[in-house]
């Protein structure tokens, strides 16, 4: 168990889970994009670690490049995506994978495809690592997952409470009273 702030939370997935997970997503889009060149999106803050240790994986031609998005304030969707910074990556007629740590409503996906302009691009998939079906709302449904999970909130491995916990190796559920 770990605190942070005034919550607790239990381990729910472990580093050794998290990491095998990661190697089996980033062999599934090598051998979908076996001869292609890809272009990453990561989404800011959280899918920084889960997109360094996915791209250890990849062995295609590829790119990287970031966007930060904000939709959270402590443990609950704010129900908007404000853009904080944008892409300077030219995208038209690429196949581009956008990286997330987690897929909850959908809103912060349906936000960037739309940003990305998508009608331009060749392909756009979405790869996260962890999603919870039971709060989707959204347009885009992952492609890709590593966990599906319930929900419930969860830190750890880039996932934040109050920007707290994003540096533990595994990720933990927030423990009910």
């Given at each position: ?29 090598n ?24 791209l ?8 990287i ?20 910074i ?22 912060t ?28 709302l ?40």
């Amino acid at each position: 168990m770990i605190q942070l702030n005034d919550k607790s939370f239990d381990v729910f997935i472990q580093e050794k889970e998290i990491l095998k997970e990661i190697s089996d997503l980033a062999n599934r889009i090598n051998t979908d994009y076996k001869g292609q060149e890809v272009t990453f999106i990561a989404i800011l803050n959280g899918a920084f670690m889960f997109a360094a240790d996915l791209l250890k994986s990849i062995t295609i031609p590829c790119e990287i490049s970031f966007v930060k998005v904000s939709s959270y304030h402590g443990t609950v969707s704010t129900g908007r995506v404000d853009e904080l910074i944008g892409l300077n990556t030219d995208l038209e007629n690429k196949h581009v994978i956008i990286l997330e740590d987690i897929v909850d409503t959908g809103i912060t996906i349906d936000k960037i495809i739309t940003l990305l302009g998508s009608e331009s691009l060749k392909s756009v998939k979405v790869c996260t690592l962890l999603y919870k079906p039971a709060s989707f709302l959204g347009k885009k449904a992952p492609d890709y997952v590593g966990f599906s999970i319930p929900n419930a909130f969860v830190v750890g491995y880039g996932l934040d409470y109050d920007e707290k916990g994003r540096n533990f190796r595994e990720i933990y559920q927030l423990k009910e009273d």
